[in-house]
């Protein structure tokens, strides 16, 4: 292991140590942190943190390793990986490689050593901020220099960089034991999933509701998902800032009219409420975690919910036919709207439990019920 450096844009660095991307040897991106307990498998490989630095809060990562299984795509997105210990034991009857091992696989940096609450801090007091990791003996001056010249996220398409190219089907259920995961053989309705960066298990709920799915590049038009005549439509998670996705944004504002059920989670709802009118704005230092509570306005409940994101829409800029449904009972931020007017709906956090509890699998039956009654 070598000496290692992460260092801000705002001047402030901590000296560390690699576990992983040592051919690499430097990255950049946009600094946050996740103050998920566990799922730290699900996080890496989480197309949403494309360009990012992720930071974990827990104290000790890695004592249980990594399994094929549970990734929620085919490669870890993380720009770099930074925890306060690195386990020196991976033990669980399902691992099948150490961490370290994982991520120098997929030629990413990972460091230990850092002290993440100090950090933590001053993301939390500041916000997020841009920060550069490297490898060796570098100068902390010059550290901060390249943090500072390291493309803001707002001006990167990241949906580009994860979307898959090609049309593909997808027919795989949740794990189950002992079986591990089923297979679906036949679906009831038809449901167009458009990828902006898609977690494989909000794919696997969908399925276990028996929506035959197809999955369509984020560059597919209006045109094109209309002619393949979907029962439903769903809009996926991805990465970065929705406000320069505009052709996504058309597409979309398209599709609200055709009358076929439409449903958005994370980047999806973001890109709904820019195609409905709205507008969404920077959070100071974003919503990553497996504990946010989100009332749901229609039963009064309250959900514990996994987030994973760094803007929200703006309540100030929706139209007088979108209702709010969910909010954040943290800072009152909008979790959910839906439509009077049109079959539409979406939600900002992650209901599909990976990693994260599982409250807020109701939301996949409620799509299913839109699409039955607008089938009658």
């Known amino acids: 292991m070598e000496r290692a450096i992460l260092a801000l844009e705002d ?20 600094v946050i942190f996740n103050t998920s307990m566990t799922g730290y498998q699900e996080i890496l490989t989480d197309p949403s943190y494309k360009g990012q630095i992720v930071v974990m809060t827990p104290s000790e990562v890695g004592n249980y390793g990594i399994n094929s299984e549970d990734v929620e795509s085919e490669r870890v997105h993380v720009n770099g990986f930074v925890i306060k210990d690195l386990s020196s034991i991976v033990s669980n009857w399902r691992s099948e490689k150490s961490l ?26 500041y916000g997020v901020m841009k ?29 580009s960089k994860v979307s898959h190219r090609e049309v593909y089907k997808w027919n795989e259920g949740t794990w189950r034991w002992p079986e591990g995961y089923s297979r679906v053989t036949e679906g009831k309705y038809k449901v167009a999933v458009l990828d902006y960066g898609v977690k494989r298990n909000i794919l696997r709920l969908l399925a276990d509701r028996g929506l035959e799915l197809t999955v369509f590049p984020h560059t597919t038009t209006a045109e094109e998902i209309l002619k393949f005549r979907p029962d439903g439509i769903f809009l996926s998670n991805g990465p970065g800032d929705p406000a320069i996705l505009h052709f996504q944004i058309e597409q979309i504002r398209r599709l609200i009219h055709s009358e076929i059920p439409v449903f958005g989670i994370c980047l999806g709802h973001q890109l709904l409420s820019w195609a409905v009118g709205s507008r969404t704005y920077k959070l100071e ?5 497996g504990n946010h509570p989100v009332k749901n306005l229609k039963t009064g409940k ?30 009152d931020t909008i979790e959910g709207i839906r439509l009077k007017d049109y079959p539409v709906f979406s939600i900002q956090y992650h209901p599909e439990s990976s990693p994260g ?9 409620d799509f299913v019920k839109l699409i039955e009654e607008c089938k009658r």
Do not use: C, M, W
């Not at 370290?100 to 007091?125: C, M, P, S, W």
């Not at 996994?306 to 449904?325: G, R, V």
């Open 302 to 331: 309250v959900e514990i919910t996994a987030q994973n994101h760094n803007y929200a829409t703006d309540p100030d800029k929706l139209p007088s036919d979108a209702e709010i449904t969910h909010i954040n009972l943290n800072d």
């Open 285 to 289: 230092f974003g919503h990553h975690g």
């Open 357 to 365: 509890p599982h409250d807020s699998l109701y939301i996949f039956d």
């Open 100 to 125: 370290e091992e994982y991520l120098e696989e997929n030629e990413v940096i990972g460091i230990f050593g850092i002290d993440t609450r100090a950090l933590v801090r001053i993301i939390r007091q």
């Open 11 to 30: 001047g402030h660095f901590f000296y560390g140590y690699a576990f992983s991307g040592f051919n690499k040897r430097e990255t950049g991106g946009e």
């Open 131 to 159: 920060g550069y990791i490297g490898i060796g003996d570098i100068d902390p001056k010059e550290a901060v220099k390249k943090a500072r010249s390291i493309p803001d996220i707002s001006e990167l398409d990241l949906v």
